[in-house]
């Protein structure tokens, strides 16, 4: 039947890795692959319990496997274990990511508004410039460092570990599409609101031109490359309700549901994905038009 959606949305046969990929975001796009067909989903995490009680969902076809993004000995010998396995790979997803969860709050604080169902627009005006150049001078550099660590240097090794992988699942042509990296990024890396501190709004506005360049890299070999904007780790259920948040902080008024998210990399990893290339998908209810 021309255009039928099993036929055009299933993962089926699909052999994949995803970094982080035993909670949060990684666990929901390791369980939507898994349950849509894939052949083998390697989820990759520094702690092996989570990607454990991952694999257990779908123990034949989710492996995870001990690596740290940031080490990149530990990025080969994973690499080299998946090739002992299968001997290919159709797609990576570059999902491991950090916050620094205490400049995040002291920012929060420095902030005029900080209700959450708003979010953080302009430093406050009562502060005054010293005390604002104090705040931002406590922020420690290796802050910095540890967050553009993971979440921009292990993007860049974790695709050049796995690209031998990526064009020999080209020649195995399991599937019609080709093969591609998807780098899961952040609307914060092109927001002005510092929401979520400075070092990782950069690292991931780092992400995103980094996926551009190796654009540029790849596409000789006819791996495909695309970023895609995320709003966050998949929230409480509570902000999945429509009103919880003002319309000028997202136009949708709540926060993603993870069905969302399962469904966004079915279509990126599917055959009805297969001519998306170099694309910045943006999935956050429409908060990057308003930031």
């Known amino acids: 039947m021309p255009f039928d959606i099993q036929n055009l949305f299933n993962a089926n046969g699909l052999v994949v890795v995803i970094t982080g990929g035993g909670t949060g975001l990684g666990k929901t796009m390791t369980i939507a692959l898994a349950a849509n067909g894939a052949y083998k989903v390697y989820i990759l995490g520094r702690r092996r319990e989570p990607l454990e009680v991952t694999a257990s969902k779908y123990p034949t076809i989710i492996k995870p496997i001990v690596a740290d993004v940031t080490d990149k000995q530990s990025l080969r010998i994973a690499a080299d274990q998946i090739k002992a396995d299968t001997g290919y790979v159709n797609a990576v997803i570059a999902n491991a990511g950090i916050i620094a969860e205490a400049t995040?709050?002291?920012?929060?604080?420095l902030n005029q508004d900080t209700d959450v169902k708003t979010g953080p627009r302009t430093f406050n005006a009562d502060i005054t410039a010293d005390e604002l150049s104090e705040a931002l001078m406590d922020t420690s550099v290796d802050e910095f460092l540890e967050t553009y660590k993971t979440?921009?240097?292990g993007v860049f090794y974790t695709i050049a570990a796995f690209i031998g992988l990526l064009?020999?699942?080209n020649k195995q042509g399991n599937i019609p599409q080709r093969s591609q990296v998807i780098t899961i990024g952040s609307v914060a890396g092109q927001s002005r609101a510092v929401?979520?501190?400075f070092a990782y709004g950069m690292s991931k506005a780092a992400a995103a031109l980094l996926m551009k360049q190796m654009m540029a890299v790849l596409t000789v070999h006819g791996i495909r490359v695309f970023p895609t904007e995320i709003m966050g780790e998949i929230p409480d259920a509570d902000f999945t309700i429509e009103g919880s948040f003002q319309p000028e902080y997202i136009p949708l008024r709540r926060a993603g549901k993870e069905d969302e998210m399962a469904g966004t990399i079915l279509y990126l990893t599917s055959k009805a994905g297969g001519y998306v290339n170099g694309h910045v998908l943006a999935l956050d209810g429409g908060q990057f038009s308003v930031f």
């Open 195 to 197: 929401s979520c501190g």
């Open 104 to 109: 995040r709050a002291r920012l929060w604080a």
């Open 151 to 153: 979440n921009s240097v």
């Open 167 to 169: 064009d020999a699942g």
